[in-house]
């Protein structure tokens, strides 16, 4: 069974500009999620959906960060426009259930 | 607010030196508790569900046990390839992932 993907690996913008990630995750999950990993802390939880829809986003700084999933499967975050707190590890995670989640390498994101 | 404390927050290890690493948790209803461990570049790799206290399981050199306020992960006579940081994670009752710290492992040979 395939993992979940993402892209690009490793990201270096300057700050105001804009940035977006991408997501497959595993087949036949119905839940995905992004969260942001800063160094050296646990990854936060920034969105979740249910198939296409949203299930929580209380914690995604909405003023400039964004995230869809189309048809219920793949999924893009956007930031616009960066700073440089943005700085971090994107994750997508997926799960059959919500129980336990599966993750992808991650984007490594360097705002200058 | 759910919270997830670990500890400790490095560990060094001989090769063979068994230790444990602590999660202690505050919760507003405890749907599952969750172990992973992640290596440098990469994303976390799930290890272990635990669901109710007295709750044990275990793969190769690794055993998870919870009570009611804390989680061990108890490492059984490590070897190099068990380097990594281990991340503790609670899921409460609106299936929301709350993330420890990490513990960082080191183990030499």
């Known amino acids: 069974e395939a993992g979940v993907a993402q892209s690009p690996r490793y990201k270096i913008i300057e700050k105001r500009q804009s940035v977006a990630f991408w997501c497959n995750p595993i087949s036949g999950h119905a839940t995905l999620y992004w969260y942001q990993q800063i160094l050296g802390q646990g990854p936060k939880l920034l969105i979740q959906f249910q198939n296409n829809g949203v299930v929580d986003d209380s914690q995604l700084p909405k003023d400039r960060f964004s995230a869809e999933r189309l048809k219920g499967v793949d999924s893009t975050l956007k930031i616009q426009p960066a700073k440089l707190e943005d700085s971090a590890v994107y994750l997508c995670?997926?799960?059959?259930?919500?129980?336990?989640?599966?993750f992808g390498p991650g984007t490594r994101l360097t705002v200058t | 607010e759910d919270q997830v404390t670990q500890s400790p927050e490095a560990l060094r290890l001989q090769e063979g030196e068994s230790s444990s690493l602590n999660c202690s948790y505050t919760?507003?209803?405890?749907?599952?508790l969750f172990w992973y461990r992640q290596d440098p570049g990469k994303g976390p790799e799930f290890l272990f569900t635990?669901?109710?206290a007295g709750e044990e399981k275990e793969k190769e050199r690794l055993k998870a046990t919870l009570t009611k306020k804390e989680s061990f992960l108890h490492i059984t006579a490590p070897k190099p390839e068990d380097s990594a940081t281990y991340l503790c994670?609670?899921?409460?009752?609106?299936?929301?992932?709350?993330f420890g710290a990490g513990t960082t492992v080191t183990v030499r040979a």
């Open positions: 995670a997926s799960s059959r259930d919500r129980g336990e989640q599966y």
């Open positions: 919760v507003s209803g405890l749907r599952g």
């Open positions: 994670a609670v899921q409460a009752n609106d299936y929301k992932l709350s």
């Open positions: 635990l669901y109710s």
